[in-house]
């Protein structure tokens, strides 16, 4: 476990640190700093202080551990100091900052840097000029994970309050936060610096909310704001905070405000109450789809005509992995950038992207605008063309194909086209067959986009009466002027 690298680079150590701190932090800054810590910037700073700028409770004993070894051992760099004081406080928020660490350390190798300070091992810089063992334990990176994807939810930004109940809720914890953890970091076999790299390609904002929950100490309390995303909350959905910051760090976005427009469980699975729930949204949509993977086409085809009839109109792929025996669940969002629409032709966007959520957590981006369709008798295309003349489907190269029941759906993954291969998956060629459990559709933005939408419904529904009772008159109308023989057929 761990990998070897070496380096002759000598660490970037300004000559005095102290004076260029004071020069990267407001004067505003370092007044409400020392208020905040109440003793000169040269006093020390205690493990018991800078667990309570944490927020963590005492009932996570072992991830307070966790976030006074990481932060100890960031504070060694670039000069290998034991004792943390005001001045180093504010080299390790520095740290975390990119604009600010771009001023003092230009050329750190931020990434190797943040693995070593997760390790369990002693470190010491610099540290790349002989050849080292870094490791990290797997239970370990899984917790601290757990810590960044709850303060990524709920301090989304440097001034927020922070609810501790609603971040460390044990039972939230375990059933949500550590499960989605786990799919971000799955495909680390080895927990090396290279596969840590990728994790942050997935997850490229994950450290932000540090810098965030670091920072509060630049803030007096009166300065502190709720947290723009809001306790959420999610009855009864596949939807959770945990799903939704995986899906937002994968985004690159700190936040997001999301309403409920479709629940299959709720308002049935059928393409006429997903249109009705979805269509005139004006604003992106997040689809969310779970399934269990079937594992034997020929005998669940044998049990189910519906999905040999599917099977039937859906090619099979060549050369490529097509059964698993494990993991048997599969959690799949699409952020579709344009609204919903039915045309014989396609919508999306460039910034729709196809989001693997568990069992591993892999992203797919777009490359073309023309990335989805929907057809009430043919189901809904992600990546793929629409169906032949003779009812085949045309499934991409990596693409989700689900059927017009809302019953089957295929992801599959054989090399570019509208989107691009995953990021973990890179050359992989697989197809995933699933048996939908839920099918959920939200809706990016909040009430006055509800408000918008209902407006554009009631519009539709009152011309549609309109239209019929132009249609009404006509035809009362036209009975008229044939009963006067004005027009239609005269007699020979």
Sequence with gaps: MGQKYSSTETLPLPKNPNTLIKEIFTVSELITFQKRINRSLDDIIS???????????????????????????????????????????????????????????????????????LSDEEVQFPCWETTHDIHVLENDL???????????????????????????????????????????VRDMKECNVEEFENVLLIVPNIFDCLKNLIEHSLYTKDQLKECPLGPSQFTKTKMNQAILC??????????????????????????????SKVFKWKAPTILLITGKKIINDQEYSEKNNRYKSFLNSYPRLKDGKTTFQTPLHYTFAIYIEEPWKMTKGYFGGLHTKIIQLSPR????????????????????????????????????????????????????????????????????????????????????????ELAEQKHEWEWEEREAQRRQHVSMHVTEDRALLELAGIIGERPV
């Design 361 to 448: 957590q892999d992203v797919f981006t777009c490359t073309d605008p023309n990335a989805v369709y929907f057809h009430t008798q043919n189901g809904i295309g992600i990546g793929n063309e629409h169906m032949s003349s003779d009812n085949k489907y045309k499934p991409g190269n990596v693409s989700i194909t689900i059927d017009s029941t809302l019953e089957f759906a295929v992801f599959r993954h054989s090399g570019p086209g509208v989107f691009k291969t995953g990021i973990i998956a890179n050359q992989e060629i697989f197809e995933i067959r699933l048996h939908i459990q839920s099918v959920e559709v939200w809706g990016c933005g909040g009430a006055k």
């Design 142 to 184: 899984i917790e601290f994970i757990s810590l960044l994807l709850t303060l990524n939810m709920n301090c989304c930004t440097d001034y927020c309050l922070i609810n501790q109940d609603l971040t460390f809720n044990d039972h939230d914890w375990d059933t949500y936060w550590r499960k989605s953890a786990s799919c971000i």
């Design 246 to 275: 995986q899906i937002l760090l994968s985004m690159r976005k700190r936040s997001m405000d999301i309403s409920k427009l479709y629940i299959g469980r709720e308002n049935g699975y059928s393409m006429r109450s997903f249109q």
């Design 47 to 117: 493990d018991k202080e800078i667990i309570k700028f944490s927020y963590i409770p005492d009932s996570k004993p072992h991830l307070q551990h966790l976030y006074l070894r990481f932060i100890r051992n960031l504070n060694k760099y670039p000069s290998n100091d034991n004792i943390i004081t005001g001045y180093s406080y504010l080299k390790i928020i520095t740290l975390l900052n990119k604009k600010r660490r771009n001023k003092m350390f230009p050329k750190i190798e931020w990434i190797k840097i943040i693995f070593m300070c």
